[in-house]
């Protein structure tokens, strides 16, 4: 079956340093991407791994180990606007663009 | 701004009902993605076409249907409408049908919110 495991909510300060995990158990893996979700709003591409190791981004990184299965985005530096939803997403089909999404992780960032 | 389209923002009304929601996607994209948001099952991925056909299909209800036309639009129609059915939904768009080996980045519309009374 597919899987994937993300908290559901997370409390940080603004200014400090936050890391989102994701796990996943798929059938197939092709990429893990990472989408920021405003309340209301369309979810908007933050980073995408493929290989093992640390893609940086700015105040972004995103990590990934597809032999564990894991994946954690980290935010550095948080600013009040980062409050939003932090959707994980595998590509598990390798000719489709079909995207399996974990549930979000909701993120407060309080002053 | 994505630059997909969605129409309309908004759309109220009762069970049982038919209702088509419309996308446009990117200049130069291809592949339109059809998605459901609704409050307990997150972002589900019900259906995407390609350049016309058909290229992979979610869990999509049976009273669902979706077409991708010449001009690259996409309509989503939902029929015998559901309480449940009440959720939003996006679309998006790709320039390919795959995401495989290559990054390629899905841009998601603004959404339909979809309200069944």
């Known amino acids: 079956g597919q899987n994937i495991d993300q908290p559901t909510e997370m409390t940080a300060t603004e200014g400090a340093i936050v890391q989102i995990n994701c796990t996943y158990q798929t059938s197939g893996f092709n990429g893990l991407f990472w989408y920021q979700q405003h309340a209301g709003e369309a979810p908007t591409f933050l980073s995408y791994n493929v290989l093992d190791g640390l893609e940086e981004k700015g105040r972004f990184s995103s990590f990934l180990s597809r032999s564990k299965g894991y994946s954690y985005l980290l935010l550095k530096e948080l600013q009040m606007k980062d409050s939003a939803s932090y959707l994980c997403a595998v590509h598990g089909s390798g000719n489709t663009g079909k995207l399996i999404f974990g549930q979000g992780t909701t993120l407060q960032v309080k002053p | 701004d994505s630059g997909v389209t969605q129409t309309p923002k908004h759309l109220i009304t009762a069970t049982g009902q038919r209702v088509t929601l419309r996308c446009s996607p990117r200049?130069?994209?291809?592949?339109v993605y059809w998605y459901q948001q609704s409050l307990d099952q997150g972002l589900q991925f019900l259906i995407q076409?390609?350049?016309?056909?058909?290229?992979a299909k979610g869990n999509i209800l049976e009273r669902f249907s979706a077409q991708q036309f010449p001009d690259l639009h996409s309509e989503l129609n939902l029929s015998s409408l559901e309480l449940g059915d009440s959720a939003l939904y996006f679309c998006?768009?790709?320039?390919?049908?795959?995401?495989?080996?290559?990054?390629?980045?899905?841009?998601f519309g603004p959404g339909t919110r979809l309200t069944v009374l």
């Open positions: 200049s130069g994209d291809l592949s």
């Open positions: 076409y390609y350049n016309g056909e058909e290229r």
């Open positions: 998006a768009s790709s320039v390919a049908g795959s995401l495989a080996g290559v990054y390629n980045e899905q841009f």
